[in-house]
């Protein structure tokens, strides 16, 4: 019996290779994860690793050797992603299915023969077990240490000091009110950058606008350059420079940006107005799901299609299916996004504030333009933003779709109401080798912001209004506040350190020449 139990103890390494992946993930993205998001990965990965080795166990009858093989396929499973990653970066200058096929083979050709060795093995291969436990048990200890001596950034999330607070006006009165759509088309560039860099011709959606009423501003920019960073600003009214105070210029910490989002101003403002909040899930970790919101709509499959479990596909075997494997969930999420932002207004009698952030003409690059689905050529997401055809396609379909949304909302609504067109950021052609140009600022800054207002009054929007003070210039016209409006300003950082700015707004309105030696030091 006892040598049974040490038997045991010493086959155990296969849970150690099915942890070792999802701690891995959580300790390099410590900025985006908390230790609760790992608990269902944690316990599918070790369920796929036991059901592994009970099925080679009924085959073969040998815990020891079956452990082995367990242990094999899990390491090359899980490191396929990064052998692969090493591999066309020195060979290859895009991934397609060839390349991974052939690499795959290979995987799946050292998995047959060594495990082949392994059951034909006359030794025990009791020591080659231990010193594989010893090896399991050895890999975890750097995740665990770097987890275990990161401050508690999670408390961020939770601590509501952070959340700098404000004053607004209640009121009871909310007849008349009119419904608020604010849609946020994730990577929409203005016309300038689609003219220019992707020889695209948006003048038919432009003329569609005008002839509604629109308002189109001649330049639009985002205040940030990345999604985490504007969709907060926006939501929140407010410049959110003060973060780098909070978190370090250095970090990479999103969790008080993202508690900023679930806990968003504008939100607590038409709230206050008699106001229904209603989000819709976008697939991304902070706008999948908004607390603020009354309802939350078109969330499915929240544990399978987690971030972290995409992740840990990202860097394994099933790195080639990554984008099929999501393709279904993502579909039907954006088809239920447009299908409730287009009908919600007959469903709710009371006002409605409406936010979307639709992952539009983002890709990956499943549209047509006409609507048609598509296979991306290429197998990963990685280098889908340099793909012109595929994005200006998805952009028509985009087009297409929140036209029809347009039409009937502004056709069947009672009382007109409030649309608001805006994209978090601009595309990135000129990016190239983490090497930070003025051309790729210009690009990455360069957004849309098109607006429709029930009375059509734009004087205050023609002055040179931002997205900064939009939402303020609405809750004040609309909603009874009293906000005070602010300078306009505009700030890069890169992905590297997010919370350290250069202010571009020179640059973005005056065309005057910045340094981008700050970021490429």
């Not at 090896?135 to 770097?146: A, K, M």
């Not at 973060?243 to 250095?250: A, E, F, I, P």
């Not at 997205?467 to 609309?478: A, E």
């Not at 992905?495 to 020449?513: A, G, I």
Request: aromatic share 14%.
């Amino acid at each position: 019996m006892k040598q049974e139990i040490k038997q045991l103890l010493f086959s155990s390494h296969p849970f150690l290779f099915a942890i070792f992946p999802t701690l891995t993930v959580l300790s390099e993205n410590l900025h985006l994860l908390l230790p609760t998001d790992i608990v269902f990965p944690l316990l599918l990965f070790v369920g796929i690793a036991i059901s592994i080795w009970i099925i080679l166990f009924l085959i073969f009858r040998n815990l020891v050797k079956t452990s082995l093989i367990t242990s094999l396929s899990l390491f090359l499973f899980f490191a396929y992603g990064h052998f692969s990653s090493i591999i066309y970066d020195l060979f290859f200058q895009e991934t397609t299915f060839k390349e991974h096929l052939i690499l795959l083979s290979i995987f799946f050709v050292v998995i047959v023969v060594i495990s082949r060795y392994i059951i034909k093995s006359k030794h025990t291969l009791h020591n080659i077990s231990l010193i594989t436990t010893i090896i399991g048990v050895s890999i975890l200890i750097l995740p665990l240490v770097v987890i275990a001596g990161q401050p508690s950034e999670e408390n961020y999330l939770f601590n509501e000091e952070n959340i700098t607070d404000f004053d607004y006006h209640e009121s009871s009165e909310s007849s008349h009110l009119p419904d608020i759509y604010l849609i946020v088309l994730d990577s929409y560039p203005n016309e300038k950058i689609l003219n220019e860099l992707f020889d695209f011709n948006n003048s038919d959606f432009i003329s569609f606008l005008s002839s509604k009423n629109f308002f189109i501003p001649e330049n639009s920019f985002a205040h940030y350059h990345t999604s985490f960073l504007t969709i907060t600003s926006l939501l929140n009214m407010d410049y959110i420079n003060h973060l780098t105070n909070d978190v370090g210029v250095d970090s990479k910490n999103r969790f008080i940006a993202y508690k900023m989002i679930d806990q968003n101003k504008i939100m607590k403002i038409t709230k206050s107005q008699g106001y229904v909040n209603i989000n819709i899930d976008s697939g991304w970790e902070a706008t999948r799901y908004i607390s603020s919101a009354d309802l939350n709509l078109c969330g499915k499959n929240q544990f399978l299609n987690s971030q972290t479990v995409v992740m840990m596909i990202k860097n394994s075997m099933l790195n080639p299916i990554y984008v099929k494997i999501f393709e279904s969930d993502y579909r039907d999420r954006i088809n239920c996004s447009f299908d409730s932002i287009s009908n919600i207004q007959e469903e709710i009698e009371q006002p409605v504030f409406v936010f979307g952030h639709i992952f539009l003409p983002h890709g990956p690059y499943y549209w047509g333009s006409d609507g048609e689905y598509n296979i991306p050529e290429k197998a990963t997401l990685e280098g889908f933003h340099k793909d012109k055809k595929g994005f200006t396609d998805q952009l028509q379909f985009t087009n297409k779709k929140v036209k029809q949304f347009i039409t009937k909302v502004l056709d069947e609504s009672e009382t007109p109401p409030i649309i608001i067109l805006f994209s978090d950021h601009g595309t990135m052609l000129n990016f190239d080798n983490d090497v930070i140009t003025e051309d790729y600022i210009f690009e990455r800054m360069s957004n849309i912001m098109y607006v429709y207002l029930p009375d059509q009054n734009y004087n205050l929007l023609e002055n040179g209004f931002s997205h900064i003070n939009l939402l303020r210039m609405i809750s004040n016209s609309y909603l009874d506040q009293k906000l005070p409006y602010l300078e306009q300003k505009y700030y890069f950082s890169d992905d590297k350190k997010p919370y350290r700015w250069l202010d571009v707004t020179d640059f973005l309105l005056k065309n005057k020449q910045i340094e981008t030696s700050f970021f490429n030091e």
